[in-house]
């Protein structure tokens, strides 16, 4: 006989059927909200690179290396928390490699996808924390997307309830719903808290915040990213305590949790610790052909695909880093700032060495702040220093004379 839930005013259902057969090859939907969720952050990042001077396309190639590693990076953080599954009392280790019958961990999952990206990066010369900053509101929005694969699984749900919202459970086995002798899915009896839908719900509001406050106080170097961070552990701290799927644990409490918890202190300690205006970037080895378009737009009115007469996507040698508002005088213009002058040996001369009436920085790897500024009013070198606060400008006008503009500073590809 079908054991269905009792009736209620109110309940969430549950997909009875998660995997479909293409002849002889197996959709499932856990893979295509996962494949979702992935198209929806490129699509984000994609913009948000854009709008700090990437070049067209740079996403796709920091793709091809973060989501392989992040897959792996999931599957290895979850064969680490579970190695009873595999290597216990009739495990089998080939099962290691059987992801699709699912096992991936979001913590490894992030670990691994960061690799992936800082190796990318590296290959473009952009900074890791541009791609991270850019990335942050998509991640939560890609992990809200995957949620619902859960959902089709009939899986990661908590306690049983008796609110409104309470979820259906089918008795699954393969994908698909145990059936009664009359054909009807089995269902668990009573129902439960829907914990999936609990932290796809608290992934959009952590996207949503981090938009906002992004943009409101023009995070850069890599806070934007913790600020996502905080507010996915904060969430998942709560949320993990609700579920009842089985899982290590550590005093007594579940292994995600503590996760959780850790991370979270390191994002909250980072974010308290680093500052720095919001980066953009200025292709190197390209011409910068600037256009007539308007200048409040978000998007770069610099074509970048624009090389000499050849219809071939131009693909930049690397890039600088320059303040917001050169930046914006590129953008305007085309007219890239004067590059930094000859580095100073910091053993010898800790500060800045004035000849011929310009300033002499001495040139630093990508997200550190340079000695040479150091005590200097903001704006002096185009380069805010550590101590000011997200989303200032300079109160020289954009575009201003080569002293102020000398901030801007190249890339190191290989730090």
Not at 52 to 61: C, N
Not at 79 to 88: A, C, E, L, N
Not at 135 to 141: I, S
Request: overall charge negative; aromatic content about 8%; proline content about 7%.
């Amino acid at each position: 006989m079908s054991l269905a839930s009792p009736t209620s005013l109110a309940a969430i259902p549950s997909p009875s059927n998660a995997v479909w057969q293409l002849g002889p090859i197996p959709i499932r939907a856990y893979a295509l909200c996962i494949i979702a969720g992935i198209a929806v952050a490129c699509w984000v990042t994609e913009r948000r690179l854009r709008q700090r001077g990437a070049a067209p396309g740079a996403v796709l190639d920091i793709a091809m290396w973060a989501v392989p590693a992040g897959i792996i990076g999931a599957r290895i953080y979850h064969v680490i928390t579970s190695p009873q599954q595999y290597f216990g009392t009739g495990g089998e280790p080939i099962k290691v490699f059987f992801i699709h019958e699912g096992g991936l961990g979001i913590w490894g999952a992030v670990a691994g996808g960061a690799v992936g990206a800082w190796i990318a990066a590296r290959q473009l010369g952009i900074p890791l924390t541009v791609v991270a900053d850019a990335l942050a509101p998509g991640l939560p929005l890609a992990q809200a997307i995957g949620r619902l694969g859960n959902w089709f699984n009939n899986e990661l749900y908590g306690a049983r309830t008796d609110l409104p919202w309470g979820l259906e459970i089918h008795r699954m086995d393969g994908g698909q719903a145990l059936r009664d002798e009359a054909g009807q899915p089995i269902l668990e009896e009573g129902l439960y808290h829907p914990t999936f839908a609990y932290e796809l719900l608290w992934n959009v509001g952590v996207a949503a915040m981090v938009y906002f406050l992004d943009r409101k106080l023009r995070l850069g170097r890599g806070r934007a990213f913790a600020l996502y961070v905080m507010g996915y552990t904060a969430g998942r701290f709560w949320i993990e305590m609700m579920r009842t799927d089985e899982a290590n644990t550590i005093l007594g409490v579940r292994v995600n949790v503590w996760t959780a918890a850790l991370v979270f202190l390191g994002a909250l300690i980072y974010f308290l610790r680093v500052r720095g205006p919001r980066e953009y970037l200025i292709p190197v080895g390209l011409p910068a052909v600037a256009t007539t378009g308007p200048a409040t737009s978000d998007v770069s009115q610099v074509d970048l695909s624009a090389r000499g007469a050849t219809t071939e996507p131009a693909v930049p040698e690397g890039y600088r880093v320059v303040s917001e508002e050169q930046f914006e005088h590129w953008r305007r213009t085309g007219e890239a700032p004067p590059e930094a002058a000859t580095p100073v040996d910091r053993s010898s001369q800790p500060g800045t060495d004035q000849s011929d009436g310009e300033s002499t920085t001495a040139v630093q790897p990508q997200g550190e702040p340079s000695e040479a500024l150091a005590g200097k009013p903001a704006g002096s070198a185009g380069v805010p220093t550590d101590g000011e606060e997200d989303g200032s400008a300079s109160d020289s006008p954009a575009g201003g004379t080569a002293a102020e503009s000398a901030g801007a500073r190249p890339v190191d590809r290989d730090s």
